[in-house]
């Protein structure tokens, strides 16, 4: 954003114009009078300020300057000498007082900008509308595959998104159940809430990297739509949902022979993500709520919400992000999302298909068990596949149990620089490769509990601000300009919560 402060002591009138770099119509201007003469102080100070509330934030000003048509005429002192001083005692406090009103505007114009804005984004219920950029479209067509569609499309396919046609819902929004008229097709449609505060990037992430991978064991995304201020992803219908309701349905049992199918699909999935398309592709919210099982039971990995996509053999800077219980025990100390981080979570979830347990199991005496933590315990006592799921009554294929626990241990070590990469994980779970060598007793070295964002020690209010101060010379019927140009990068921590 742009904004420029302009004061005429000879007139008295205060000029405010704010304005938004990437849409100028976006811009707010005051224009008043008021006489800073006999209210400010003689010396000033400049200062910049920012906040966004329970957002983290980098804030970044990329220049200002201090223009003055001021003329100063040096005072003579005593001894016939001239002073050499700014002589900040001869000069008008009224254009001196632009300097400090600077500083004062940008919280004024600050607060004006919320107030603004809130009044024009809220539609006639009290509910705030969503805005996207106009060029998201020219951006999303880049992508081969996924289509625009209207909204009045997508409307009539869910009946108005209707409630019966509600296939789930979670923190992102809604998923509705749709019949695309003109194709025939069936589709899951995915309505981002208005109240989600990471909807529109998570939105805009999905689509922009969903719509460069093919991939089998990928959710397809079919298109997208951001009409009428709502955010709607549509996709191919998986028509037996997620693998999480499969893996606790409290009547049906998912057999030992999808269980591995699923598992190396999951693999396969992310094998493409990590090693063989042509941008290396960090998940970072691998859980079973995301693997989503077609009609034959065959896994799809979805939500890019919070995906990262770069070079391969490099890293991209980015802040924690996942779901507690799945993510690395590091991952809140590294400042890059890496493929190490999406191999522990998928070692979780391997556990978490073989055992049918969470990976947090809290007992009625308050004792939390931790999966990785109890499969170790087993595997140390020789006693591994005592953590099958009970449930399959020991129908089960015991090789393949053993080597999909293993793996899962393996891939959720610790200590990152031992987990193996996806390609090795898959080559032992298809038996390409002999068992990993691993410590009978589970590694206390860099092993942390899984990371409850409450607990989490960042700013509640995150803010940033820099001051400038100077003693700045004016004289009576100058006019005094600045101008101040910032942007801020967001880097929200982006956690998604569930009960344990």
């Avoid at 990068?489 to 982006?494: N, S």
Wanted: charged share 20%; glycine share 6%.
């Amino acid at each position: 954003m742009t904004a420029q402060i302009s004061y005429n002591n000879s007139t008295q009138n205060l000029r405010l114009y704010l304005s938004r770099d990437d849409n100028p119509k976006i811009n707010f201007s005051i224009n008043t009078i008021i006489n800073l003469t006999s209210i400010l102080p003689n010396e000033v100070a400049i200062g910049f300020t920012a906040s966004t509330g329970y957002d983290v934030e980098l804030h970044l000003i990329y220049s200002w300057s201090f223009n003055s048509t001021l003329n100063v005429v040096p005072k003579a002192s005593t001894n016939g000498s001239i002073n050499s001083t700014l002589g900040v005692s001869t000069l008008s406090r009224g254009v001196k007082g632009a300097l400090i009103v600077f500083a004062v505007i940008l919280f004024l114009l600050a607060t004006f900008l919320y107030l603004v804005v809130k009044k024009r984004l809220t539609n006639k219920n009290g509910e705030i509308e969503m805005i996207c950029d106009p060029t998201m479209d020219d951006e999303f067509e880049k992508g081969r595959g996924p289509k625009k569609f209207q909204y009045n499309e997508l409307a009539a396919a869910t009946k108005d998104f209707a409630e019966n046609e509600k296939l789930g819902e979670g923190g992102f929004g809604s998923v509705y159940r749709g019949l695309l008229v003109n194709e025939g097709t069936q589709v899951a449609i995915k309505k981002v809430s208005k109240a989600s505060k990471q909807g529109k990037k998570e939105y805009i992430s999905e689509v922009k990297i969903i719509s460069q991978l093919r991939h089998r064991n990928l959710v397809q995304l079919i298109g997208w739509c951001h009409d009428q201020g709502e955010l709607l992803l549509v996709y191919e219908l998986m028509h037996n949902g997620n693998l999480e309701t499969h893996l606790y349905h409290k009547e049906k049992v998912l057999s030992w022979s999808l269980r591995q199918q699923i598992a190396l699909g999951l693999g396969s999935a992310l094998l493409y993500l990590h090693s063989e398309c042509h941008k290396c592709v960090v998940h970072r919210d691998i859980k079973p709520s995301n693997v989503m099982l077609d009609s034959s039971f065959n896994a799809k990995l979805g939500d890019f919400g919070l995906a990262r996509l770069f070079d391969h053999n490099s890293a991209a800077p980015t802040l924690p992000a996942g779901t507690v219980g799945y993510m690395a025990p590091e991952i809140v100390t590294m400042v890059e999302a890496t493929t190490e981080s999406d191999i522990y979570s998928f070692g979780v979830v391997l556990l978490e298909i073989a055992c049918g347990r969470k990976p947090v199991v809290l007992h009625e005496d308050e004792i939390k068990i931790r999966l990785v933590k109890w499969v170790w315990s087993l595997y140390g006592s020789n006693s591994i596949l005592d953590a099958i799921d009970s449930r399959l009554n020991g129908e089960f294929e015991p090789q393949e149990a053993e080597r999909l626990l293993l793996v899962g241990l393996w891939c959720a070590h610790p200590d990152y620089t031992l987990r193996p990469s996806i390609r090795q994980a898959v080559s032992v779970l298809q038996f390409e490769s002999p068992l990993p060598s691993l410590p009978m007793k589970m590694p206390v070295m860099g092993y942390a509990n899984p990371v409850d964002p409450r607990n989490f020690p960042h700013p509640v209010s995150g803010s940033t601000s820099s001051i400038f101060s100077s003693n700045i010379s004016h004289t009576s019927g100058s006019t005094a300009t600045s101008k101040v140009t910032s942007r801020s990068l967001d880097t929200t921590w982006l956690f998604k919560e569930e009960a344990l």
